[in-house]
């Protein structure tokens, strides 16, 4: 069972960043990682994906602020640009086994983080 680790939130003011990062215990072959988040009161949602051989995805949401990088097998980062009020949420590690190529789809992935707290504000 992988074990991926959260750490990097906290709180910021509007138009700051944040860089998020993420460890996994372990590297499976063909795996997958992405970032979550889920604000009070909404649905858990995928902002971030990327796999094996790079290939990114964003969701509209944060596309052109946010950037999700995998410097290693196993580490992930999420650095976040232009933060606002509306990006304020818990922000959750994912890791996928089985993926060739990177989703939002919150089934794609199998072992999750606890998460992280992201607060905007001013």
């Known amino acids: 069972q992988v074990q991926v680790e959260e750490s990097g939130g906290g709180s910021v003011q509007p138009g700051g960043s944040l860089t998020l990062s993420c460890q996994a215990s372990?590297?499976?072959?063909?795996?997958?990682m992405g970032w979550f988040r889920q604000a009070p009161g909404k649905e858990r949602e995928g902002i971030a994906g990327?796999?094996?051989?790079?290939?990114t995805i964003y969701a509209d949401s944060v596309k052109g602020r946010f950037t999700i990088s995998k410097p290693n097998n196993r580490v992930l980062h999420l650095q976040m640009n232009s933060l606002k009020l509306e990006d304020t949420a818990i922000y959750y590690c994912?890791?996928?086994?089985?993926?060739?190529?990177?989703?939002?789809?919150?089934?794609?992935?199998?072992?999750w983080g606890q998460g992280t707290q992201v607060t905007v504000s001013s």
């Open positions: 372990e590297y499976l072959h063909r795996s997958c």
């Open positions: 990327i796999d094996d051989d790079g290939g």
């Open positions: 994912a890791y996928a086994v089985f993926c060739v190529s990177a989703g939002l789809t919150r089934s794609l992935y199998h072992y």
